[in-house]
């Protein structure tokens, strides 16, 4: 069968399972219920939640512009289309063990789903040069961006819920100690993703996640918020540093 077809059931797929999620029809809890089990100072406010929408609306633009008959030879749709359908199975594996309340296996789950999005956004990035007429950009590399983005913060989410469900003490260290450290690596993530690939996207989208894990623990953790909003606020000033080049990377080449 081809990719591209596989694609679009697996989107459809994804999207169906995660509605399930949301509205708690899924082994009869919606996923914000399970993690309000083991709340930890990097779960950020439940309006953050919304970006899936934003990410599967990407992705369905990837999906539709893969059936073009333009598209038939096109390297990057090619090299990207495994990657896409595994995170799909990651996605859907994610959620059916989450739901189950395996925090250990859903930790480990995740971070399967964060390596293949990773593989995703470098097959992708011939897309993110490419002139914006050509619709590239805006159809197969501002997806994952914005998707690899979102799950990187996830994935440090979820890693905490694992362990503090498994009991894990840290070593002794405050749970604001750690907390701080996780926000200090996804700033970092984000900056190195802006300066290294000259991708704004990565980096909005994490500053998005901080900011509202600043929310979520304002006021009763002061430290962790004021973490959360500083590292966003240094996500977002590389995102402008770095988007005057994407422009004119993409200027020249239209």
């Given at each position: 069968?081809p990719?591209?077809?596989?694609?679009?059931?697996?989107?459809?797929?994804?999207?169906?399972?995660?509605?399930?999620?949301?509205?708690?029809?899924?082994?009869g809890?919606?996923?914000?219920?399970?993690?309000?089990?083991?709340?930890?100072?990097?779960?950020?406010?439940?309006?953050?939640?919304?970006?899936?929408?934003?990410?599967y609306?990407?992705?369905?633009?990837?999906?539709?512009?893969?059936?073009?008959?333009?598209?038939?030879?096109?390297?990057?749709?090619?090299?990207?289309?495994?990657?896409?359908?595994?995170s799909?199975l990651?996605?859907?594996?994610?959620?059916?063990?989450?739901?189950?309340?395996?925090?250990?296996?859903?930790?480990?789950?995740?971070?399967?789903l964060?390596?293949?999005?990773?593989?995703?956004?470098?097959?992708?990035?011939?897309a993110?040069?490419?002139?914006?007429?050509?619709?590239?950009?805006?159809?197969?590399?501002?997806?994952?961006?914005?998707?690899?983005?979102?799950?990187?913060?996830?994935?440090?989410?979820?890693?905490?819920?694992?362990l503090?469900?498994a009991?894990?003490?840290?070593?002794?260290?405050?749970?604001?100690?750690?907390?701080?450290?996780?926000?200090?690596v996804?700033?970092?993530?984000?900056?190195?993703?802006?300066?290294?690939?000259?991708?704004?996207?990565?980096?909005?989208?994490?500053?998005?996640?901080?900011?509202?894990?600043?929310?979520?623990?304002?006021?009763?953790s002061?430290?962790?918020?004021?973490?959360?909003?500083?590292a966003?606020?240094?996500?977002i000033?590389?995102?402008?540093?770095?988007?005057?080049?994407?422009?004119?990377?993409?200027?020249?080449?239209?």
């Amino acid at each position: 069968m081809p990719w591209k077809i596989l694609n679009a059931l697996a989107w459809v797929g994804v999207v169906a399972v995660n509605a399930a999620a949301a509205t708690g029809a899924l082994l009869g809890q919606s996923s914000g219920e399970i993690s309000d089990k083991f709340p930890t100072l990097v779960t950020p406010a439940g309006y953050a939640f919304a970006i899936w929408s934003v990410i599967y609306l990407l992705a369905l633009g990837y999906v539709v512009v893969a059936f073009l008959p333009s598209r038939r030879d096109d390297r990057t749709m090619r090299a990207t289309a495994p990657w896409f359908f595994v995170s799909c199975l990651f996605n859907v594996g994610w959620l059916l063990v989450w739901h189950s309340e395996r925090y250990t296996a859903s930790a480990f789950v995740i971070a399967c789903l964060l390596l293949t999005l990773i593989g995703l956004y470098a097959a992708s990035r011939p897309a993110a040069r490419a002139p914006r007429r050509s619709g590239d950009f805006f159809l197969i590399a501002l997806p994952f961006s914005v998707y690899l983005g979102w799950v990187t913060v996830a994935t440090i989410v979820n890693i905490s819920v694992a362990l503090r469900a498994a009991g894990w003490d840290g070593w002794g260290i405050s749970d604001a100690a750690w907390a701080v450290s996780l926000i200090l690596v996804a700033a970092i993530l984000a900056v190195v993703a802006a300066l290294k690939d000259g991708d704004p996207w990565f980096p909005l989208t994490v500053a998005w996640a901080l900011i509202a894990i600043g929310v979520k623990q304002h006021p009763a953790s002061q430290t962790v918020a004021i973490a959360a909003w500083a590292a966003a606020g240094l996500a977002i000033a590389v995102a402008l540093y770095t988007l005057p080049g994407a422009a004119t990377r993409k200027t020249r080449r239209a």
